[in-house]
C-alpha cells in the first residue's frame, strides 16, 4: 500500500513537470529551428552581404560627388611677366566634383550582372540550407518518437515478465511446475529492466540530438514533444503514400532543388565576369563637372578666386604586359569549372535521388513485412500461454514467443518512423 501511494505521488510529479513545460509539434519544431538554429543565421547573413555587394555595385552608374577643403599658406613668385613679383599669404580653399559614367562597353554592367547573380546563388543556397535544416528537423523528431513508441514496448515487456514471474510463483507452490521456472522469470525481469533502462537514455539522447538541430542551449529541454498513438495492428494502412515514380522524381529534382539553382546563378555570374574582363580592351566615358572657391588674404592677388570645369573624358589603357588577355582567359576558366560543377551535382542529385526512392519503398516494404510478422507473432505467443499452462511446453518456449513478439513490436515501429524518416529524405533531395 506504502510502495502504491509513493508510486502515485512521483507519478503526479512527473505529470505536473511536464504541464510546466510547452508541448511541440513538428510544426512548432520547425518553427523553432528556422528562428534559432545559428547555421540558418550564417547563411542569411551571408545572403545579406551579398544584397548590399549588389546594391554597392549599383551605385557605379550613379554620380560621384567629392568635396575637398583646404586651409594653409601658400607662396608664389618668378611669375614670368612679373619678374618680381613675390606673394605668401593665407589661402581658404573648397572644390565640389562630379563626376558620372557615360558608358564603359559593358565593365560596370558586367560587374554589376555578376553581382545579381551572385546574390541569386546566395539566396539559393540559403533556401537549400532551410530545406537541410527541415529535413534534420524531421527526422531527430522522429527519432524522438520512435524512442518514446520503444518505451512502450520495454514497458510491456517488463509487466510481461512480471507477470511470469508472478504465474511462475504460483504453479511452484501448486506442485505444477519446478523452481527452475522461477529462477529463469527473475533472469528475464531484470533483463526487461535493463531493456527499459537503455530505452530511457536513448529518449535522453534522442532530445539532445533535438535540441541541437533546432538551437535550443539550456541545459535543461523546456518542451517535450506530443507522443503519437500508434495503433499497430494496422499501421500500413496509414502510412502517408509518395505518389511519384523515380523517372518523375529526377525531373522534378533537376527543376527544383535550390542547390542546383545556386550553381546556375554562379555560372551566370561567371558569363557576366568575362564580360567585364573583355571590357578592359575598351575605353571609359565619363562626364565631369568641377568647381573651386578659394579666399586669400591678400585682396590684390593674381589668383583666380573661382574656377570651374565641365569635361567630357575618356580613359583608356592600350597596353598593361599581357593581363587583360590573361584576365580573361581566367575568367574563361572559371566559367568551364561552374559548368563542370553544375552538371557535377546533376549526378550527385540522380544518385541521392535513386538512392532516396529505393530507400523509400524498401522502408515501406519492411513495414507491411513487420506488420505480417507481429500478427503471427502474437497468434505464436497466445498458443505458448496456452500450452505452457496446460503443462504442454517448457518455460523455454514461452520465453522464446514472448521474445520473438517483443522483437516484433519493436522491429515494427522502428520499420514505421523508418519509413517516415525515409519520406522527409525523399522530399529533402527533389527539393519540395
Not at 554597392?56 to 583646404?70: E, S, T
Not at 554592367?109 to 540559403?126: A, D, L, W
Not at 535544416?133 to 510481461?160: C, F, G, H, P, T
Request: charged residues 25%.
Amino acid at each position: 500500500m506504502k510502495f502504491t501511494v509513493i508510486k502515485a505521488i512521483l507519478l503526479l510529479f512527473i505529470v505536473a513537470s511536464l504541464q510546466a513545460k510547452e508541448v511541440y509539434n513538428l510544426d512548432q519544431l520547425i518553427k523553432q529551428a528556422l528562428e534559432k538554429s545559428p547555421d540558418l543565421q550564417i547563411k542569411m547573413k551571408e545572403y545579406e552581404a551579398s544584397r548590399k555587394r549588389t546594391d554597392k555595385m549599383f551605385g557605379y552608374y550613379l554620380p560621384k560627388v567629392d568635396i575637398h577643403a583646404a586651409a594653409g599658406e601658400i607662396s608664389s613668385g618668378d611669375i614670368p611677366i612679373f619678374p618680381n613679383y613675390k606673394q605668401q599669404e593665407t589661402l581658404l580653399m573648397g572644390t565640389v566634383s562630379l563626376k558620372q559614367l557615360i558608358y564603359d562597353f559593358g565593365k560596370t554592367g558586367g560587374s554589376f550582372e555578376s553581382s545579381k547573380y551572385m546574390q541569386e546563388s546566395y539566396s539559393m543556397n540559403n533556401l537549400q540550407s532551410i530545406s537541410d535544416k527541415i529535413r534534420e528537423v524531421k527526422s531527430a523528431y522522429y527519432d524522438v518518437l520512435r524512442a518514446m513508441a520503444l518505451m512502450n514496448v520495454a514497458q510491456e515487456n517488463l509487466k510481461l515478465n512480471e507477470s511470469q514471474l508472478y504465474r511462475a510463483k504460483k504453479y511452484y507452490a501448486a506442485g505444477i511446475r519446478t523452481k527452475i521456472d522461477i529462477s529463469d522469470a527473475k533472469v528475464n525481469v531484470i533483463q526487461a529492466q535493463i531493456d527499459l533502462k537503455k530505452v530511457h537514455y536513448k529518449r535522453k539522447l534522442a532530445y539532445g540530438n533535438l535540441d541541437k538541430v533546432i538551437g535550443i542551449t539550456d541545459i535543461e529541454t523546456p518542451y517535450v514533444i506530443q507522443e503519437q498513438k500508434l495503433n499497430l495492428d494496422d499501421i500500413f494502412a496509414t502510412l502517408t503514400p509518395y505518389d511519384m515514380d523515380l523517372k518523375d522524381s529526377v525531373a522534378y529534382a533537376y527543376e527544383h532543388r535550390y542547390s542546383i539553382k545556386q550553381l546556375s546563378s554562379t555560372l551566370k555570374a561567371s558569363s557576366q565576369n568575362i564580360r567585364t574582363a573583355q571590357s578592359e580592351y575598351f575605353p571609359s566615358l565619363y562626364a565631369s563637372v568641377n568647381y573651386t572657391r578659394q579666399e586669400l588674404s591678400d585682396p590684390k592677388t593674381i589668383l583666380p578666386q573661382t574656377q570651374w570645369q565641365a569635361l567630357v573624358n575618356l580613359d583608356w589603357n592600350l597596353y598593361q604586359g599581357g593581363s587583360s588577355s590573361a584576365n580573361i582567359e581566367e575568367k574563361r576558366i572559371q566559367e568551364q569549372i561552374s559548368e563542370a560543377k553544375l552538371e557535377f551535382l546533376k549526378l550527385q542529385i540522380k544518385k541521392d535521388v535513386t538512392e532516396a526512392y529505393l530507400n523509400l519503398n524498401e522502408s515501406k516494404d519492411r513495414v507491411e513485412l513487420s506488420e505480417a510478422l507481429l500478427r503471427a507473432s502474437i497468434e505464436k505467443f497466445n498458443q505458448a500461454q496456452k500450452r505452457y499452462a496446460n503443462g504442454l511446453s517448457d518455460y523455454i518456449e514461452l520465453q522464446q514467443a514472448r521474445q520473438s513478439y517483443i522483437d516484433a513490436k519493436s522491429s515494427l515501429v522502428i520499420d514505421y518512423y523508418n519509413y517516415y524518416d525515409a519520406l522527409a529524405r525523399m522530399y529533402n533531395v527533389i527539393g519540395m
